[in-house]
């Protein structure tokens, strides 16, 4: 085994080699501009890109004429929101939003608040789940958008999106989801799941960074978005600038796989994720699951180690590449927004660990990983006064703590 092994399968996935393998001859032979009319260099470009366009919109139950093709799954939230706040600004400037969206929902509807737009920030349940009765409660006549993520990147809870589209739906209000960890992984079929903005990305999926996708529903109702960026029409006028020919055809590759394979997938990752946990909780103890049992995604295992420190742990299992935290944001200490929005508590928040098994995580990987987290959970924990005082039976809640107000 190749020290270290990779569990940080929510943050990004390595390349499927049969992806690789449909990009190559787009960054030599057929290096065309798919917008070059006049010779067979563009148009073999453009069938290419055609054709991603088509994978993609199978695998989430869309039309291809629907796809609009973006640098990954930041800039499809980007234009959605912006896009319909621009557009659909005359109806009414409310957002109806949750807490434990990734920053890219967060920071856009932050910029939108700046602009005058009022945003309400849905609280989710203990386990990570946004209701369909608080999202029904939160609307106003002036909603003109929900924007609520299919399933969370962090703990892998898996939001009720189907009831929440219908809600919208019926009430007129157009819904966006943020379905970057859920395309490929669990079924995503945008008719039946009243879905009518919804973005994914090429590397959470074994495809190449810098591509993703954004879906904008054409019919009942038909979305309009805004530009936001400008200059030689492309995507329908949606999204300029030359296309990303050879990110494309992997992204688009990468879709058609993830059709035909979930199931294998799904049963893959779930399989070595609960002999994980289930082995993890009998040999540590003390160990708290965060997010939803019932509800959430096969791969993601999101842990809260009591009497540990997250960063010492993090540096005790070394050859283990895990996240504390959300990738996009972990390089700050602060514990994360997710957690604390599900009301973890602050030492249980910092000792808190997502381990990401994926279509090539090995069972002698899965071993290997959790002898490397005994060892280090154990050593820690002989530490800890802390430790010491549970294990003789004392209610640490109930400690007077010299010195502490």
């Known amino acids: 085994m190749k020290l270290p092994l990779y569990f940080d399968y929510q943050a990004t996935t390595p390349l499927d080699p049969r992806v690789l393998e449909t990009m190559l001859p787009y960054f030599?032979?057929?290096?065309?501009?798919?917008?070059?009319?006049?010779?067979?260099?563009?148009?073999?470009?453009?069938?290419?890109?055609?054709?991603?366009?088509?994978?993609i919109a199978s695998l989430?139950?869309?039309?291809?004429?629907?796809?609009?093709?973006?640098?990954?799954?930041?800039?499809?939230?980007?234009?959605?929101?912006?896009?319909?706040a621009d557009m659909y600004g005359e109806k009414g400037r409310h957002v109806v939003t949750s807490l434990t969206e990734h920053k890219a929902v967060l920071d856009t509807c932050k910029h939108l608040e700046k602009l005058g737009w009022e945003v309400t920030y849905l609280e989710p349940t203990k386990t990570g789940r946004?209701?369909?009765?608080?999202?029904?409660?939160?609307?106003?006549?002036?909603?003109?958008?929900?924007?609520?993520?299919?399933?969370?990147?962090?703990?892998?809870?898996?939001?009720?999106?189907?009831?929440?589209?219908?809600?919208?739906?019926?009430?007129?209000?157009?819904?966006?989801?943020?379905?970057?960890?859920?395309?490929?992984?669990?079924?995503?079929?945008v008719e039946a799941d009243h879905v009518d903005l919804l973005c994914l990305t090429g590397?959470?999926?074994?495809?190449?960074?810098?591509?993703?996708?954004?879906?904008?529903?054409r019919k009942n109702p038909r979305v309009r978005l805004t530009a936001q960026m400008d200059g030689g029409g492309h995507e329908r006028g949606m999204r300029s600038g030359t296309l990303n020919v050879p990110g494309i055809v992997g992204l688009g590759r990468a879709c058609e796989i993830a059709q035909a394979e979930w199931k294998k997938d799904l049963e893959h990752t779930s399989r070595l994720r609960?002999?994980?946990e289930r082995r993890v909780f009998a040999e540590i103890g003390h160990v708290k699951l965060n997010g939803d049992p019932d509800h959430r995604l096969p791969n993601n295992s999101n842990l809260?180690?009591?009497?540990?420190?997250?960063?010492?742990?993090?540096?005790?299992?070394?050859?283990?590449?895990?996240?504390?935290?959300?990738?996009?944001?972990?390089?700050?200490?602060?514990?994360?927004?997710?957690?604390?929005?599900?009301?973890?508590?602050?030492d249980m928040a910092h000792s808190s660990i997502r381990f990401g098994f994926g279509r090539f995580t090995t069972k002698e990987q899965v071993d290997f990983a959790i002898e490397q987290l005994?060892?280090?959970?154990?050593?820690?924990?002989?530490?800890?006064?802390?430790?010491?005082?549970?294990?003789?039976?004392?209610?640490?809640?109930?400690?007077?703590?010299?010195?502490?107000?």
């Open 130 to 189: 946004i209701t369909v009765e608080s999202v029904e409660k939160a609307l106003r006549p002036d909603t003109v958008v929900v924007a609520i993520m299919w399933a969370n990147n962090e703990v892998g809870t898996v939001n009720p999106i189907r009831e929440i589209g219908a809600l919208c739906h019926a009430k007129g209000v157009l819904f966006l989801t943020d379905a970057t960890q859920a395309a490929g992984k669990i079924p995503v079929d």
């Open 203 to 217: 590397h959470k999926i074994y495809g190449p960074k810098g591509v993703g996708a954004l879906y904008v529903r």
């Open 374 to 405: 005994t060892t280090a959970v154990r050593r820690l924990r002989e530490l800890s006064p802390l430790y010491e005082m549970a294990q003789e039976g004392i209610d640490l809640s109930t400690v007077k703590w010299q010195g502490a107000h």
């Open 28 to 55: 030599t032979e057929e290096f065309g501009n798919a917008a070059s009319r006049s010779h067979p260099f563009g148009w073999r470009a453009e069938e290419a890109v055609e054709k991603a366009r088509a994978q």
């Open 304 to 346: 809260s180690f009591a009497f540990v420190e997250g960063e010492s742990l993090i540096m005790g299992i070394k050859d283990l590449a895990v996240s504390s935290g959300s990738a996009c944001t972990s390089a700050s200490l602060e514990p994360s927004h997710v957690l604390r929005a599900m009301g973890v508590g602050e």
């Open 274 to 276: 609960d002999d994980f």
């Open 60 to 84: 989430i139950g869309a039309n291809a004429k629907e796809i609009v093709f973006t640098s990954g799954a930041t800039e499809s939230i980007n234009l959605a929101l912006k896009g319909v």
